[in-house]
């Protein structure tokens, strides 16, 4: 099956409502050996057609609105954290410790972008805080790939050896993820989950009257989450007050959304999230598996204190396999299921040209939480709730098979070679911000965000 029907079977949809996605095909737009472009046409494409199917059945209407995906958002989307502006200023994506490193005997690379992670870094290797770059480089190219990925990861770094698709394919982890589904989706119980009100209003807001906890960081999630408020779900985002947010990070995936900021091991905090929770419709996590369970917050716990909730989990790895308590971001995926072999050449490896694993999962991760709202939607007597578990590492075993490239049926448009159509500027409370639109579109949808991002954390941790 091509890339679309593959992504709209994955969460259950209708194939017959296929025929609602045009396309538009732009030269130029996410150039890549692998298929990167027709994974970003199928999962922002299937997130658009499971918002119009929900928003028909909220309206009481029996035809399903067009979808169009247009090549130019999604490449300009899938790059929103490097076309953000603020005030003139552009992010900087990458910290000087988050790159490839030559080994003893290949390739290695790390993810020092946090604080925490930086320090990890450097304390496997025994290197102090204020270690350069040539200091690293240096201990790396006397080491292994595979001692300094199991070195760093014992430390609670981040660091993964370079392999190819082939060395991915027999390795345990590459072996379970394999075995999965791409959207992993369990119903939880029988009770009867809230019923949404009918649709009223222009534009159509599909998730309107939603409640949305975030409990996600660093692009895949906060993706997700960001589409759920585009389209009118009230997100308010909770992070541990510990763990500080990049705040350009934040400026890019926070529109539409509230932030604030809970301790759940305090009681008061807790007790605050609890009331929260009670009232919460969706919950999505992308922290490492098992890492909020202490909280009680697993999808069967929740589900048993909030019936009908739907729990959305996103991990790099999957949670499952020896790989499955591990941390991980889209280059290190990339690095180890054989994706920076494919882009690379035999003298370095490469990458995708966005963090597409990222993006797309984000947008599929969405796509999976209205399907399942739809579903909710159109029974009768008891709306159970969902578990709805999605991995990048799944993502990209999906990018790397045969078949996501195949024919499309597209207008052709002009070539893709400058991002401004896709470009708008707002005022927002970290300043004049220049952004990407969202890629996802439907007849009568939103074009843009209701509200720009706030200051990191700094909302009343309480529904609107």
């Given at each position: 099956?091509?890339?679309?029907?593959?992504?709209w079977a994955?969460?259950?949809?209708?194939?017959?409502?296929?025929?609602?996605?045009?396309?538009?095909?732009?030269?130029g737009?996410?150039?890549?050996?692998?298929?990167?472009r027709?994974?970003a046409?199928?999962?922002?494409?299937?997130?658009?057609?499971?918002?119009?199917?929900?928003?028909a059945?909220?309206?009481?209407?029996?035809?399903?609105?067009?979808?169009?995906?247009d090549?130019g958002a999604?490449?300009t989307?899938f790059v929103?954290?490097r076309?953000?502006?603020?005030?003139?200023r552009?992010?900087?994506s990458?910290?000087?410790?988050s790159?490839?490193?030559?080994?003893?005997?290949?390739?290695?690379?790390?993810?020092?972008?946090?604080?925490?992670?930086?320090?990890r870094?450097l304390?496997?290797?025994?290197?102090?805080?204020?270690?350069?770059?040539?200091?690293v480089?240096?201990?790396l190219?006397?080491?292994?790939?595979?001692?300094?990925?199991?070195?760093?990861?014992g430390?609670?770094?981040?660091?993964?050896?370079?392999?190819?698709?082939?060395e991915?394919?027999?390795?345990?982890?590459g072996?379970?993820?394999s075995?999965?589904?791409?959207?992993e989706?369990?119903?939880?119980?029988?009770?009867?989950?809230?019923?949404?009100p009918?649709?009223d209003?222009?534009p159509?807001?599909?998730?309107?009257?939603l409640?949305?906890?975030?409990?996600?960081?660093?692009?895949?999630?906060?993706?997700?989450?960001?589409?759920?408020?585009?389209?009118?779900?009230?997100?308010?985002?909770?992070d541990?007050?510990?763990?500080?947010?990049?705040a350009?990070?934040h400026?890019?995936?926070?529109?539409?959304?509230?932030?604030?900021?809970?301790d759940?091991?305090?009681?008061a905090?807790?007790?605050?999230?609890?009331?929260?929770?009670?009232?919460?419709?969706?919950?999505v996590?992308?922290?490492?598996?098992?890492?909020?369970?202490?909280?009680g917050?697993?999808?069967?716990?929740?589900?048993?204190?909030?019936?009908?909730?739907i729990?959305?989990?996103?991990s790099?790895?999957?949670?499952?396999?020896?790989?499955g308590?591990?941390?991980g971001?889209?280059?290190?995926?990339q690095?180890?299921?054989?994706?920076?072999?494919?882009?690379?050449?035999p003298e370095?490896?490469?990458?995708?040209p966005?963090?597409?694993?990222d993006?797309?999962?984000?947008?599929?991760?969405?796509a999976?939480?209205l399907r399942?709202?739809?579903?909710?939607a159109?029974?009768?007597?008891?709306?159970?709730g969902?578990?709805?578990?999605?991995?990048?590492?799944?993502?990209?075993?999906w990018?790397?098979?045969?078949?996501?490239?195949g024919?499309v049926?597209a207008e052709?448009?002009?070539a893709?070679?400058?991002?401004?159509?896709?470009?708008?500027?707002?005022?927002?409370?970290?300043?004049?911000?220049?952004?990407a639109?969202s890629?996802?579109?439907f007849a009568?949808?939103?074009v843009n965000?209701?509200?720009?991002?706030g200051?990191?954390?700094?909302?009343?941790?309480?529904?609107?």
């Amino acid at each position: 099956m091509t890339g679309i029907k593959v992504a709209w079977a994955a969460i259950g949809g209708d194939p017959a409502l296929l025929s609602r996605v045009s396309t538009v095909a732009r030269e130029g737009a996410l150039e890549a050996r692998l298929p990167v472009r027709e994974l970003a046409r199928a999962c922002v494409g299937a997130c658009a057609l499971a918002a119009a199917e929900l928003g028909a059945r909220r309206a009481g209407r029996t035809e399903v609105p067009g979808v169009r995906v247009d090549d130019g958002a999604l490449a300009t989307a899938f790059v929103s954290e490097r076309h953000l502006l603020i005030d003139g200023r552009a992010p900087v994506s990458f910290a000087p410790l988050s790159r490839f490193w030559r080994t003893a005997d290949g390739w290695v690379r790390t993810h020092a972008n946090y604080p925490h992670h930086r320090a990890r870094l450097l304390g496997a290797l025994r290197l102090p805080a204020d270690a350069s770059v040539e200091d690293v480089a240096a201990v790396l190219a006397e080491r292994s790939a595979l001692e300094t990925e199991n070195t760093v990861y014992g430390a609670g770094g981040l660091a993964v050896a370079l392999r190819t698709a082939a060395e991915w394919a027999v390795h345990p982890q590459g072996v379970a993820v394999s075995g999965r589904a791409l959207v992993e989706r369990e119903r939880l119980g029988g009770a009867r989950a809230r019923a949404l009100p009918p649709l009223d209003g222009d534009p159509s807001l599909p998730a309107a009257g939603l409640r949305v906890l975030d409990l996600t960081r660093v692009i895949a999630g906060p993706v997700a989450t960001r589409t759920l408020a585009l389209l009118g779900a009230d997100v308010l985002r909770v992070d541990a007050p510990e763990l500080p947010e990049d705040a350009d990070a934040h400026a890019d995936t926070g529109f539409g959304k509230r932030s604030t900021r809970l301790d759940l091991g305090l009681a008061a905090d807790r007790r605050t999230f609890e009331d929260l929770l009670g009232r919460a419709d969706v919950i999505v996590t992308g922290y490492r598996p098992g890492a909020l369970d202490r909280f009680g917050l697993s999808p069967e716990a929740l589900a048993d204190r909030r019936p009908g909730l739907i729990v959305a989990q996103l991990s790099a790895w999957g949670a499952y396999g020896p790989w499955g308590e591990r941390r991980g971001f889209d280059s290190l995926v990339q690095v180890a299921t054989g994706v920076a072999v494919a882009e690379g050449s035999p003298e370095r490896p490469g990458a995708l040209p966005a963090q597409a694993l990222d993006h797309g999962t984000g947008y599929l991760l969405a796509a999976s939480v209205l399907r399942a709202l739809t579903e909710q939607a159109g029974e009768s007597g008891q709306r159970c709730g969902f578990a709805l578990r999605l991995a990048l590492a799944r993502t990209a075993a999906w990018l790397t098979a045969p078949g996501v490239a195949g024919p499309v049926h597209a207008e052709s448009g002009t070539a893709y070679d400058r991002p401004d159509a896709w470009l708008v500027e707002t005022d927002s409370g970290v300043g004049r911000l220049r952004h990407a639109l969202s890629p996802v579109s439907f007849a009568g949808g939103p074009v843009n965000w209701a509200r720009p991002p706030g200051r990191w954390g700094t909302d009343p941790a309480r529904w609107a």
